[in-house]
């Protein structure tokens, strides 16, 4: 079983900084696809930022130069380093893991972490 931690999630004043961390473990033979999700209160998941294997990144627009996704595939964790933070950017972030076990492709999501930015 492949299994997603995440971790770093917390309550920040706006304009703050935050980093999530995504770890992975498990039978994992490659790593393809670590992305962040959100979900605000009412409202549905969203794409926030994802890295392919490829080192492609992309945010979504509300997001951009204030975020950044990283990745460091020997330790299978994802970042997501948030800063200039918002009140919009509360929600409970998610990770997710796209990839491939040494027969089989998987895919897997954390818990989530909440994130809430105070006015």
């Known amino acids: 079983q492949v299994r997603v931690v995440e971790s770093g999630g917390g309550l920040v004043q706006a304009g703050g900084s935050l980093r999530l961390s995504c770890e992975a473990s498990?039978?994992?033979?490659?790593?393809?696809?670590m992305g962040w999700y959100r979900q605000a209160p009412g409202k549905q998941r969203e794409l926030v930022a994802v890295a392919t294997s490829g080192s492609s990144t992309n945010y979504i627009d509300s997001v951009k130069g204030r975020f950044t996704i990283s990745r460091d595939n020997a330790k299978r964790t994802a970042y997501l380093q948030m800063n200039i933070l918002k009140q919009q950017d509360t929600g409970v972030y998610y990770c997710?893991?796209?990839?491939?076990?040494?027969?089989?492709?998987?895919?897997?999501w954390g818990q989530g972490t909440q994130v809430t930015v105070s006015s």
């Open positions: 997710y893991v796209q990839g491939w076990e040494p027969t089989n492709p998987f895919s897997a």
């Open positions: 498990g039978n994992i033979f490659r790593l393809n696809t």
